[in-house]
């Protein structure tokens, strides 16, 4: 499928959304076939509607349950690329996605308002799956190994020039040389707790000193390599244009960022009915590392590749699925 027209389907999915509902979604984009996920009798045709946020992680994420849970024999239905966390996560709550990967932080500190993220991963994991089941009747299962956390990125000339190599330093920087300190984020970062006002109240950073621009989050990367816009920016930490450009993280020296491990999210009522989706997506889970979905995201941000394509290829290279 297309960027044009995966673009053209979500504007029209959006328009359906709001005229009548959230839809059923559409078609998954790519055929596969059984590899060492078989069929499973108890899903054979099970309606399952899958999730993503707009962003190439996401969608590839999305896909890999998509190709996983097709080649278990459920009617799938695609319903990625959805705009925003928030979004994502309220066509859920009103029952119109039945399974997602999310991020723990995110779960923690939007979904569930919390300003403090518990430090370890494991424990992150099990907070916000106990308390948002209770709150909200969502299963978390399956975490991977990926940690998609914010942090801020400059590049190695910024690196030399600067001397900065924490954020403690960077707050340093602000207030000595604010010119030097020019800073690109993302519109979600820029508004999240977890994200810019969260960082500035725990490195006390005064936000009218920060020479900041608010640019979407595909440009923060190349403005921050270039460094004339901005000298730093806000980076996913699995983003696998980091690499591709050379980009430096500056170290969280006061664990603020919360841990961001991928893992299932799905409505209990359904997870109830269909324990076996879990079980066909965790070995799946296990296998995703920050490096491989950090090649994966290159692939895509970097060479230029469909995510949908880049998702399948690896699911057959693991041997999950095959490709018809």
């Known amino acids: 499928m297309s960027r044009a027209w995966r673009t053209f389907a979500l504007a029209l999915g959006l328009a359906l959304v709001g005229a009548c509902g959230l839809q059923s979604g559409g078609a998954v984009p790519l055929r596969v076939g059984p590899g060492s996920i078989q069929p499973v009798p108890e899903l054979a045709d099970v309606r399952v509607i899958v999730g993503s946020k707009d962003f190439t992680e996401q969608n590839i994420l999305g896909y890999l349950i998509e190709f996983a849970l097709s080649a278990a024999g459920a009617d799938v239905r695609d319903l990625t690329n959805i705009q925003g966390s928030n979004s994502m996560?309220?066509?859920?709550?009103?029952?119109?996605?039945?399974?997602?990967?999310?991020?723990?932080?995110?779960?923690?500190?939007?979904?569930?308002?919390?300003?403090?993220?518990?430090?370890?991963?494991?424990?992150?994991?099990?907070?916000?799956?106990?308390?948002?089941?209770?709150?909200?009747?969502?299963?978390?299962?399956?975490?991977?190994?990926?940690?998609?956390?914010?942090?801020?990125?400059?590049?190695?000339?910024?690196?030399?020039?600067?001397?900065?190599?924490?954020?403690s330093d960077y707050v340093r920087l602000v207030d000595s040389d604010p010119a030097a300190a020019t800073l690109c984020v993302g519109t979600e970062f820029n508004v999240r707790q977890d994200g810019f006002p969260g960082l500035t109240r725990e490195y006390a950073i005064d936000p009218g000193k920060v020479r900041k621009q608010i640019v979407q989050d595909a440009v923060v990367y190349q403005a921050t390599a270039d460094g004339k816009q901005c000298h730093f920016g806000s980076v996913a930490a699995t983003d696998g244009r980091i690499l591709a450009l050379n980009l430096i993280l500056l170290q969280d020296d006061r664990g603020f960022f919360p841990k961001y491990n991928a893992a299932l999210v799905i409505r209990k009522a359904f997870a109830d009915a269909h324990p076996e989706v879990a079980t066909v997506m965790a070995p799946i889970s296990r296998r995703l590392t920050n490096e491989a979905i950090t090649e994966l995201n290159r692939q895509v941000d970097v060479d230029g590749r469909e995510p949908a394509e880049v998702a399948r290829d690896w699911m057959v290279t693991q041997g999950f699925v095959t490709a018809r």
Not at 105 to 116: D, I, P, Q, R
Not at 127 to 148: C, F, I, Q, S, Y
């Open 89 to 167: 996560r309220d066509a859920q709550l009103h029952g119109q996605i039945d399974v997602v990967y999310d991020y723990t932080g995110t779960g923690w500190v939007n979904y569930l308002g919390n300003e403090t993220p518990i430090p370890d991963e494991i424990g992150q994991f099990e907070a916000v799956r106990a308390a948002d089941l209770a709150a909200h009747g969502m299963v978390w299962a399956g975490m991977a190994p990926m940690n998609n956390t914010y942090a801020l990125a400059m590049s190695s000339r910024t690196a030399q020039e600067t001397g900065v190599r924490t954020l």
